[in-house]
């Protein structure tokens, strides 16, 4: 009994740390307690602010769209969105390009990060340089490089067979000049995006172990290196799908009107509350699109875990 009285108790006879705080919860309740308990003001303090920044000008933005002066709170905005002119017509040709150019993503980028990650320094090297050079050039001075290519083929191009193509890819249902143009601004984040979802893999064992059971080498890429860079994937299709919905100042100067170029002229023209909640109805599809991929990407990875 002794022994026991001296170890609850210190030399001063105060309890002991560990009897002093009691019991320790256990259970869900002990985990909410224990993730609040590590919580600093500082870091609450942050996320305050950064949650303010995104939400108040969302939330007046709404507002804005939903206050009608004379009847007030109306939801007329929202109702004129599937008879508002033009906004499918845009929305298709934005929708057009966004999938024309994640093809071209794919097409270009994934064989390029094989052969990366397959092949020596020098070609990773090469391949990192060209993909970041999008990033050193502005828009404003790509879209002019563009307009003085087409300036230049109108002129030349004419008396050629060619004249024909030219023409055909610059027509306003599915402009490739401008498709092109959106593969080149989307090399840098896809590539990146690829790149690191490449790296998280071992690559030349995977393709070893498909190779020993006797898969050929572009078999092996395409039913084992594929599959595993799936998460990556993913992400890269929703940075170009977000890059081309809101991109605006090249479709602008060349004169095509996709869903960014719809919305601006759509506040031009009066219809300021309908374009705003396009916009916002859009800006809820995009979070709901990244909640999936994320639960998705989140279950896969719990789900190979476990195997």
Known sequence: MAGVTASALTTEGRPAPSAAKGPRPTGPA????????????????????????????????????????????SLDAYRQIFTVPGLWPALQLSLLLAAGTIVLVYLLLIPAVVAVRLGSQKLRTV?????????????????????????????????????????????????????????????????RTLDAGMRALDVRTLLEAAQNNGAGRTRAIVSVILPNLRSAMLNTAFITLALVLGEFTVA??????????WIVNGNSAGQGPVT????????????VLLLVLSIGSERRNRAQSTH
């Not at 602008?252 to 170029?261: D, E, K, N, T, W």
């Not at 705003?276 to 979070?287: F, Q």
């Open 276 to 287: 705003v909640a396009v916009s916002i109805v859009s800006l809820l599809l995009t979070w």
């Open 30 to 73: 002990g985990g909410v307690l224990a993730g609040l308990a590590r919580i600093r003001w500082g870091r609450g303090t942050v996320l305050l602010v950064a949650g303010l920044y995104f939400l108040v000008p969302i939330a007046t933005t709404l507002w804005f769209t939903v206050d009608n002066s004379p009847q007030g709170f």
């Open 252 to 261: 602008s100067i060349l004169g095509y009107v996709p869903f960014a170029v």
């Open 127 to 191: 391949v990192e340089l060209t993909c970041t050079l999008p990033l050193v050039v502005p828009t404003i001075a790509l879209t002019a490089g563009i307009s003085d290519v087409l300036r230049w083929c109108n002129d030349n191009l004419a008396p050629t067979p060619f004249y024909a193509t030219f023409l055909y890819a610059q027509n306003a249902n599915f402009p490739v000049v401008l498709l092109l143009a959106y593969v080149v601004m989307a090399l840098p984040l896809a590539y």
